[in-house]
């Protein structure tokens, strides 16, 4: 019955890639059938080419002209397989492209569920409710930083007698300084103080280098 009816074939089926595949083994081959009929007409040619008219350049010629008719066999033959062959690869390249195609549409569909999923956790109200909470503490931030920064009962205008007059203080502060230095190195306040009685000599005044003097 199997040899009547045929069994089931377990082979596996052929893919695109096998049979574009096969049809450039069988596009080579005629190549190679193609390179010897050319050879062969070639071959007619040059003898031809030498011989006269008469019937044994006809019988060449007759030869000729049934190779050139198998090469124009082969030739249909070739384009024909190489029609396959391109057609073949552009559905290929739509495969690949519809494959493509896919495998960005499951990626955004995946992509899509999980920022669903993301987002679903967001509370939008809160956000805004933190981001009030923030410019609150902000705004009391600069209301703290401005009353720490605030001066303390300092006069704003000074009156330009009161600054001569204090001046003039303390130039004769100084005054009495140098004239003090120069009685003996003892302060004015320390003048006509007692020294205590547990000082045993009293404080020499300081002395004052003399200028040294050269050869006269």
Same mark, same amino acid.
């Given at each position: 019955?199997?040899?009547?009816?045929?069994?089931?074939?377990?082979?596996?089926?052929?893919?695109?890639?096998?049979?574009?595949?096969?049809?450039?083994?069988?596009?080579?081959?005629?190549?190679?059938?193609?390179?010897?009929?050319?050879?062969?007409?070639?071959?007619?040619?040059?003898?031809?080419?030498?011989?006269?008219?008469?019937?044994?350049?006809?019988?060449?010629?007759?030869?000729?002209?049934?190779?050139?008719?198998?090469?124009?066999?082969?030739?249909?033959?070739?384009?024909?397989?190489?029609?396959?062959?391109?057609?073949?690869?552009?559905?290929?390249?739509?495969?690949?492209?519809? *494959?493509?195609?896919?495998?960005?549409?499951?990626?955004? *569909?995946?992509?899509?569920?999980?920022?669903?999923?993301?987002?679903?956790?967001?509370?939008?109200?809160?956000?805004?409710?933190?981001?009030?909470?923030?410019?609150?503490?902000?705004?009391?931030?600069?209301?703290?930083?401005?009353?720490?920064?605030?001066?303390?009962?300092?006069?704003?205008?000074?009156?330009?007698?009161?600054?001569?007059?204090?001046?003039?203080?303390?130039?004769?502060?100084?005054?009495?300084?140098?004239?003090?230095?120069?009685?003996?190195?003892?302060?004015?306040?320390?003048?006509?103080?007692?020294?205590?009685?547990?000082?045993?000599?009293?404080?020499?005044?300081?002395?004052?280098?003399?200028?040294?003097?050269?050869?006269?």
């Amino acid at each position: 019955m199997n040899r009547l009816f045929g069994a089931k074939s377990n082979a596996p089926k052929p893919t695109l890639t096998s049979a574009i595949s096969g049809v450039e083994t069988r596009i080579d081959s005629i190549d190679v059938k193609l390179a010897k009929v050319n050879a062969e007409l070639q071959t007619y040619q040059q003898k031809m080419s030498k011989m006269r008219d008469g019937p044994g350049k006809n019988a060449i010629k007759q030869r000729a002209l049934k190779v050139l008719q198998q090469r124009k066999m082969l030739e249909s033959q070739k384009d024909n397989l190489t029609q396959q062959s391109w057609n073949m690869e552009q559905a290929g390249m739509m495969q690949d492209n519809i *494959k493509n195609v896919m495998t960005t549409v499951d990626a955004m *569909k995946t992509t899509n569920k999980e920022l669903k999923k993301q987002y679903g956790k967001i509370d939008v109200g809160k956000i805004e409710q933190m981001q009030d909470e923030m410019a609150d503490l902000m705004e009391l931030g600069n209301e703290i930083s401005e009353s720490m920064g605030r001066a303390y009962d300092v006069p704003d205008d000074v009156d330009e007698a009161e600054l001569d007059a204090e001046l003039e203080a303390l130039g004769e502060d100084m005054m009495f300084e140098q004239q003090a230095e120069s009685a003996g190195g003892v302060p004015s306040f320390l003048q006509d103080e007692v020294p205590p009685t547990f000082i045993d000599e009293p404080p020499e005044a300081k002395k004052v280098a003399e200028p040294a003097t050269g050869p006269g």
